[in-house]
């Protein structure tokens, strides 16, 4: 069964730190991928996508992803984190062979220490 | 200009109870969803519509009714609440490539008691 799995439930980190969040996904075929970001209280908003082209792709708010096709990833990466960027993440994929069916992670808690 | 928007933004009702979330989009997509995130902050894609077509139709108890009267608009009728139909509920639409993000609604924290 298609499925994406993001391995870390929760993540505490002090300001300045480096971020990186995983994400990982079972689909064959061609595959698009998103990072989304809900603030307490609020609703999801699209932090950045990859479709095709460069893996790597910058998002907003300093954000980066890189799709690696071989290990079916598509981590989230921060060079140095904020109070701010305190959030849930979700990492969501939907593929050709799924039907074009967005499939969200579990999420993951990031709570940064200021 | 809220772009998706959702009403009620809270909703409390009693069990047995029938009620309906509304949602409209502004962007002129063509694709509208209704997503289910629980108290586990996990998102359940819940159904789809394309141009008034529903598309995506997950295993949903069928008193989950969803109407599009047109491609702007998606809402959600509820009959007979449970206690575990308590969740935020959202709408989200999207132009019709799926290699385009979603654009959510603010959610329906629906709680049935």
């Known amino acids: 069964a298609q499925s994406v799995s993001q391995h870390n439930h929760h993540v505490i980190l002090s300001e300045a730190a480096s971020l990186e969040l995983g994400c990982n996904y079972s689909y064959g075929g061609t595959v698009n991928l998103f990072w989304y970001v809900q603030y307490p209280g609020q609703h999801l908003q699209l932090l950045l996508k990859?479709?095709?082209?460069?893996?790597l792709v910058k998002g907003i708010k300093g954000f980066e992803a890189e799709f690696i096709k071989s290990k079916f990833s598509f981590n989230l990466r921060k060079p140095s984190v904020q109070w701010s960027d305190t959030a849930e993440y979700f990492c969501?994929?939907?593929?050709?062979?799924?039907?074009?069916?967005?499939?969200f992670g579990a999420g993951t808690r990031l709570f940064v220490k200021a | 200009d809220t772009a998706v928007s959702q009403t009620p933004k809270y909703l409390v009702t009693q069990m047995g109870n029938d009620k309906s979330i509304k949602c409209e989009q502004n962007l002129g997509h063509d694709t509208m969803y209704w997503y289910k995130q629980d108290s586990k902050k996990f998102l359940k894609i819940m159904f789809s519509y394309n141009n008034k077509e529903l598309i995506i139709n997950e295993t949903v108890p069928n008193r989950f009714s969803p109407k599009s009267p047109d491609k702007a608009h998606l809402n959600l009728h509820i009959n007979s609440l449970e206690l575990g139909d308590s969740a935020v509920y959202f709408c989200a639409s999207r132009p019709g490539g799926a290699d385009y993000g979603y654009t959510f609604g603010s959610g329906t924290r629906l709680t049935v008691v």
């Open positions: 990859y479709f095709s082209g460069d893996p």
């Open positions: 969501a994929v939907n593929s050709n062979t799924g039907g074009f069916k967005t499939i």
